[in-house]
């Protein structure tokens, strides 16, 4: 029996309505022969209200408590999935996390999936229903349902399609597939019919919010094919899988798309003492603290000292910058920081080894008068931290310069 793991956004079971647009759908599947797993998230927005509800009642509420809290969101979501499509009389049955074998480890609120028993949904798939399972959640050691953090249903799905060695994994959003750019900022943007994981993951890491990058490199490792498509729309969204197209080779077009995120603040070190060890006695600390820290640099060291600077989420500014004021101080150096400023990535394979795709990047922030406060570069990408009232006009220009409105991609 073929199986094939569906997903569906908070935004794709929002309201009722939706909810039986997507037991249409999942009937279709059904009823085609194929074994179905359907992964939901929690109602529109249903995990944001909850936090609400739990900053109104307590000031500094429990990890553990908020993840008792918001793992109900999606138990809500596959209830109601799972009697619409008892109404259509498709037997179907739904799973909490750790139901259906989701076993997770870490901190509350940011699990890491440890391991899948996959044999409760085997035994249902046999029986011919469809299984419904709450995304974003899974059971620790201790019996607690643990939280795998925002975007986690994405994880949940690609991870039941290793676990099930399904044919592939469908993720259902409200666009259409993956774009070379955000659609409501470059109207231009055209969809992508096939982008390597690879790509993927990098374009999700630096902005892109079509998919979560833990689940695209989740499916990179596990050879699990992941298909983007609108919850919307009829229509073939795009493929993420291994690159292996032989035929190009370095005659491909390298640039798959301009990515940005705006979710982004900086936090600089000035005048530091540098030796061996430094950089651990900087980032440990972050660490332990679960700061995810993302671009870094470090300048030169003059007369035995240098600056180092970050960026970090806005959210997490603040306890970034009064770690990172701590160490300063005890390095003999101060700390600054940046709220206000935002991530542009040009992304695609290759672009290491071709130096003119960085240099067309830089003279054309360079032609808009855009500063650059940092740059990071990889093999897959180039991305420039800049201020954040210019990175939708620096979307459009690079966009643009790449001419990804011309070129079939």
Known sequence: ?????????????????????????????????????????????????????????????????????????????????????????????????PQA??????????????????ERMRALLDEGQVVIVAGFQGMNALGDVMTLGRGGSDTTAVALAAALHADRCEIY???????????????????IPEVSSAEMAEMAWRGAKVMHPRAVELGALYGVEIHVRSSFKEGPGTIIRKDKDMERLETRETVAGIVHDLDVSRVT?????????????????????????????????????????????????????????EIAASLGGEVEGEEELGKVSVVGTGMLN????????????????????MVSTSEIQVTCVLPADRVEEAVRRLHEDYELEERDV
Request: proline share 5%; hydrophobic share 40%.
């Open 101 to 118: 074998g989701m076993k997770i480890t870490g901190r509350y609120g940011s699990g890491v999936i440890s391991e899948i028993q996959p």
């Open 269 to 325: 070190l000035t005048g530091i003492k540098t030796g061996p060890g430094t950089m651990s006695r900087i980032f440990a600390p972050l660490a332990e603290a679960g700061v995810s820290v993302d671009v870094i640099v470090e300048s030169a060291p003059k007369e035995g000292a240098s600056d180092v600077a970050f960026t970090v989420s806005r959210a997490e500014f603040a306890e970034a910058r009064r770690i990172a004021g």
């Open 1 to 97: 029996m073929s199986i094939v793991v569906q997903k569906y956004g908070g935004s794709s079971v929002a309201t009722a309505e939706h909810i039986k647009v997507v037991a249409e759908r999942a009937k279709k599947a059904h009823e085609a022969g194929l074994g179905l797993v359907v992964v939901v998230s929690a109602m529109g927005k249903t995990t944001d209200r909850l936090l609400a509800l739990a900053g109104e009642v307590a000031r500094d509420p429990s990890p553990r408590e908020i993840d008792q809290l918001l793992s109900t969101g999606e138990r809500q979501s596959v209830a109601l999935l799972a009697m619409a499509l008892h109404d259509r009389g498709v037997p179907a049955t739904s799973l909490t996390g």
């Open 173 to 191: 959003t409200d666009v259409e597939g993956v774009y070379t750019a955000d659609p409501r900022i470059v109207p231009g943007a055209r969809r």
């Open 354 to 373: 071709r130096p003119g795709y960085a240099a067309k990047m830089f003279g054309s922030l360079g032609q808009l008068n855009v500063p650059i406060r």
